[in-house]
């Protein structure tokens, strides 16, 4: 079994490149129990309209009459990402006062959201991290989602809005002096995710954004 460095672990990253996997096989190993942030992603937007919380809902209408850039889809993608940022903090503070292991993960995780979680792990005397997994590569999530979603045909742009994001998510995690660990080789995934998920040594936890070098994890 992995050693468990945590009690709390939130893995982000664009869809399509095997967060859910990595995270149930996390969870396997640990004996964890996992939260899909997608869930209440979904559950926020069921209970509010767009005129109540305009954040969480620029995606309700699928066809705009004119056809949105590849950049204002991403930029749709960060603004919501912020708008759930305390839903992020809900659910951590919740899985705080549980005594299980939990596996939080998602599209909409932030790095900023991530480092607040840290935090307030730390304020309340339990372990909370942080990773974050990156594919830069848009045909290769663009595979993933013809495999994952055979009958949707190809996904080509939303593929390329995902490596986009995936781009924005690491180097916002790098500011934050979160891991980023590339999700390719697959079958080492694993190890370097424990590897990223060991306490510091002689670090301190997140800090506010500022220029650093990256903390990716090849």
Not at 63 to 88: F, M, N, S, Y
Not at 181 to 203: K, Y
Request: glycine fraction near 8%; proline fraction near 9%.
């Amino acid at each position: 079994m992995t050693t468990l460095w945590w009690d709390i672990v939130l893995i982000g990253g664009a869809s399509g490149i095997g967060k859910s996997r990595a995270a149930a096989r996390l969870a396997r190993e640990t004996g964890a129990f996992v939260v899909e942030f997608d869930d209440v992603v979904s559950a926020v937007q069921e209970i509010t309209t767009a005129a109540q919380h305009p954040g969480l809902h620029h995606f309700d209408s699928p066809d705009p009459a004119e056809p949105r850039t590849a950049e204002q889809e991403l930029e749709l993608q960060i603004a919501t990402a912020g708008a759930l940022e305390p839903a992020v903090l809900g659910v951590v503070r919740n899985r705080l006062t549980v005594d299980v292991p939990a596996v939080v993960e998602g599209d909409y995780l932030t790095p900023a959201a991530a480092a607040r979680a840290v935090e307030a792990g730390r304020a309340a005397g339990r372990r909370v991290r942080a990773v974050f997994l990156h594919e830069p590569d848009a045909a290769r999530i663009t595979a993933n989602y013809a495999a994952r979603e055979p009958g949707c045909g190809p996904q080509v742009r939303r593929a390329e809005v995902g490596a986009r994001y995936s781009h924005w998510l690491a180097e916002q995690a790098d500011r934050y002096g979160l891991p980023v660990v590339d999700c390719r080789p697959w079958d080492t995934l694993a190890v370097r995710l424990d590897e990223a998920l060991r306490p510091p040594s002689g670090r301190p936890g997140p800090q506010p954004p500022a220029p650093r070098t990256s903390g990716r994890v090849s």
